[in-house]
């Protein structure tokens, strides 16, 4: 079975979004993904990617080869010359990439452990691993200062059932390592696995470049045990009912969950589904904030922040469409006073997609109302939102995923709207779908923050320069955010000069240095510009100093 998928490709392929001619996006790298057979399905799957478009982020991707995840890879693979060299330089090849999500650990535990062992014995080769791990990652934090890692981990496999329940016996693909365990029942695994996973979080918490969202139960709570388990204890359970993070350890994840190989089914990978369902958990708690710009704004969880209509109707729901003759509008508050007073770059509002009656709605002709303040006599969403008057109003980019409940789209907000983004006030948006007929779709309203609608910053200026810019030069600056030593790289066209302006347009004076790097030690936190002559023109690029 290695060798098979060894054959198969999956180089993560650049995808470009288009909804016309004004609204096109280039993903870009943010993700490095780097592991043991996990991490090899997952991209083969192509599920980092389906799963920050399911956010959003479709503006984002992932990045792997066949070197740095490996099937049936161990922790001490990635300390060889091979993984490590491949890792670097695709750090290096692309200092976008924000985040390595590593998948190691799970072979070493499940090829090494044995039912019969003591706990001391259990504990010695829990350490011996995690110390693996631990170096593994402090390699790679040398390739990339600031790079954060997350370490992914593993929810509960299926052993027993799956190979007792099988009908093929001692030749089932996975006997021998069940054999070679000693035949350990589901909870024993559960166990042993989530000792592991403890001991692994409790290093994450002494590392803040280190994140671990451990939820071992986490198939049991979307796909449910809807048959009788066919070893003990046996029973069923409805999806979304087992407590999460850990579930119920005296079950494995349900056989719905794991891949199917048409005569069986696995034991330790997941389906596709299963592995976008771990990877959009992950975005829920992790990458849909990290992956924000300069700052994000949850919409106001009060009266100030729902839906008006065309017949007067406030309801503190989001709907957006027509129903029965009534036309409905999202509205959304932002408390902006804690933004930088300058300008922006870029602003973006995402909306997460609860419910659809009738037809969706959701198309490239939404409108958006802006307001510098209130749009009616209150913050609070009122009858005569729906008419007021905005400072602003334009048609926004569409992206994300318009496909299904519980996916996120994302609206980029045409550049004319920026100026009533400002500080010195809360700002309102009235999203509309004027003239639709036949559908209301519900968005998620702000009560889960994990849900709730988001306004997305990017400090900067819209444009830099657009007719001196060298728009071909691809301009790269890391670490970023940065302490002190900033490294820059520019893909084509020599260097001859570089500058740093604040937000405000303050120049400040900077050199550059034989190795390409400019210092930042005497500048205060905060955003900055850094604008790179060479001789084929000029380009410039954000970054903020901690």
């Not at 007073?341 to 009738?358: M, V």
Request: glycine share 8%; net charge neutral; charged share 15%.
């Amino acid at each position: 079975m290695k060798k098979l998928l060894r054959f198969l490709s999956f180089l993560s392929i650049i995808t470009t979004h288009q909804l016309s001619a004004q609204c096109t996006e280039k993903a870009e790298p943010k993700v490095l993904l780097v592991g043991d057979s996990w991490a090899f399905f997952m991209g083969v799957d192509q599920t980092i990617n389906n799963a920050l478009k399911n956010w959003g982020h479709s503006n984002y991707r992932f990045l792997t080869n066949s070197v740095i995840a490996e099937n049936g890879a161990q922790t001490d693979d990635f300390l060889k010359k091979e993984k490590l060299d491949s890792i670097k330089s695709m750090l290096q090849a692309n200092p976008s990439i924000e985040v390595v999500h590593l998948s190691i650990g799970g072979n070493d535990v499940l090829g090494d452990w044995r039912k019969s062992f003591t706990i001391a014995q259990r504990d010695t080769l829990a350490a011996q691993v995690s110390r693996r791990l631990q170096l593994v990652i402090d390699t790679i934090k040398t390739f990339r200062p600031g790079i954060r890692i997350l370490w992914g981990g593993y929810v509960y496999t299926n052993f027993e059932e799956v190979i007792t329940q099988s009908g093929l016996g001692s030749n089932h693909p996975f006997y021998s390592t069940w054999q070679k365990m000693e035949f350990p029942s589901n909870a024993e695994m559960n166990t042993v696995l989530n000792y592991f996973s403890d001991l692994i979080e409790a290093y994450t918490f002494t590392d803040p470049q280190v994140d671990f969202i451990k939820v071992p139960g986490l198939m049991q709570y979307t796909f449910g045990q809807t048959t009788a388990l066919g070893v003990a204890p046996g029973g069923t359970y409805a999806a979304y009912t087992v407590p999460l993070p850990l579930g119920d350890p005296a079950y494995p994840s349900p056989k719905t969950s794991m891949r199917d190989y048409l005569f069986t089914k696995d034991c330790f990978h997941l389906a596709p589904q299963g592995y976008l369902d771990m990877i959009e958990y992950h975005t829920q708690k992790f990458y849909h904030k990290l992956l924000m710009d300069d700052l994000y704004l949850l919409s106001q969880n009060s009266t100030q922040t729902g839906s008006v209509s065309s017949s007067g109707a406030v309801s503190p729901n989001l709907y957006l469409g027509e129903s029965s003759g009534e036309s409905f509008a999202t509205e959304l508050t932002f408390n902006t006073t804690t933004m930088l007073d300058t300008t922006l770059a870029k602003a973006s509002i995402f909306l997460r997609r609860e419910a659809l009656t009738g037809t969706n709605p959701i198309s490239g002709s939404l409108q958006v109302k802006v307001k510098n303040g209130i749009l009616g006599a209150a913050l609070d969403v009122e009858a005569v939102d729906y008419s007021a008057t905005g400072d602003g109003s334009g048609n926004p980019c569409l992206y994300g995923a318009n496909t299904g409940d519980k996916k996120w789209i994302r609206l980029d907000l045409p550049v004319s709207m920026f100026q009533y983004i400002k500080k010195n006030a809360p700002t309102q948006f009235v999203i509309s779908a004027s003239g639709f007929t036949g559908g209301k779709v519900t968005f998620s309203n702000a009560s889960d923050p994990d849900y709730a609608p988001v306004l997305n910053l990017k400090y900067g200026t819209p444009t830099v320069g657009i007719n001196e810019v060298n728009q071909s030069a691809k301009l790269s600056v890391y670490p970023n955010p940065v302490h002190d030593i900033l490294n820059v790289q520019i893909a084509e066209g020599e260097i001859l000069q570089v500058g740093i302006t604040d937000l405000l347009g303050k120049a400040i004076p900077a050199s550059l240095s034989a190795q390409n790097t400019v210092n930042t030690a005497a500048l205060a936190p905060g955003a900055y510009i850094l604008n790179v002559t060479t001789k084929a023109g000029k380009v410039a690029q954000r970054f903020i100093k901690q």
